[in-house]
């Protein structure tokens, strides 16, 4: 069964400053993809990034660009010139490619993200 | 163009009585979904639908029912409500599978007590 593990529980930023979140999952699949979800105090999931497996080029989004390690098994976060805004939770999740049906998402247990001023 | 809606906001049950979840999503996606969220936890995947009329289960099916008679929507049903149930309920929607960015909804945060 594929897991997705985010080792860092909380993090803080100050504003303007750039941060990294980390991510690591396990699975015996090629075929994946990867993404990183944005849940601010709303509570409102929003997609930030997403990378498929079979794309060695890194994923960019604005301020948020990720780093796939495909043999490490990491897919981390890094957001740039980081804003007030960016305060939330985040959720690194894996969805494998399958034959039929519909696909999964796994959800990693979340980083809290602060910005401070 | 309201995206995926989910009603109610909050509600609060006794053990034992029954409710339904409410979702609709007017971009005619294909694909919905149902997940709960745990305190300090990520989402979980309840039950899915691949078109209208087709649903399955996800990760943690056990005490809930889906039906899927339109395209729009996607209601959850919890009979006899645990306390195990107390958790925050997300609907999403995608077009197609794999890459495509799942919508969410709002959330329900149900309470069983």
């Known amino acids: 069964a594929q897991t997705v593990t985010q080792s860092q529980p909380e993090m803080s930023v100050q504003e303007a400053e750039t941060v990294t979140l980390s991510c690591t999952y396990d699975t015996s699949e090629n075929n994946y993809y990867l993404f990183w979800y944005k849940q601010p105090p709303s509570r409102q999931m929003i997609l930030v990034i997403r990378?498929?497996?079979?794309?060695?080029q890194n994923a960019t989004e604005n301020r948020f660009s990720v780093n796939f390690q495909k043999a490490a098994k990491s897919f981390s976060l890094k957001i740039s010139d980081s804003q007030l805004g960016d305060t939330a939770m985040y959720f690194c999740?894996?969805?494998?490619?399958?034959?039929?049906?519909?696909?999964?998402?796994?959800f990693g247990t979340g980083t809290r993200l602060q910005v401070f001023p | 163009n309201a995206g995926v809606t989910q009603t109610p906001k909050f509600r609060i049950l006794k053990i034992g009585q029954s409710m339904t979840l409410q979702c609709a999503q007017d971009m005619n996606h294909n694909y919905m979904y149902w997940y709960r969220q745990d305190p300090g936890m990520g989402l979980k995947l309840i039950y899915y639908s691949v078109g209208a009329g087709i649903t399955d289960k996800g990760e943690v099916p056990n005490g809930y029912n889906v039906s899927r008679s339109t395209t729009e929507d996607f209601p959850l049903r919890l009979e006899l409500a645990a306390p195990s149930q107390t958790s925050v309920y997300f609907c999403?929607?995608?077009?197609?599978?794999?890459?495509?960015?799942?919508?969410f909804g709002p959330g329900t945060r149900l309470t069983v007590t």
């Open positions: 990378q498929e497996a079979y794309k060695q």
């Open positions: 999403a929607s995608s077009l197609m599978t794999g890459a495509y960015e799942q919508y």
């Open positions: 999740a894996f969805m494998k490619l399958a034959t039929y049906n519909t696909d999964k998402l796994i």
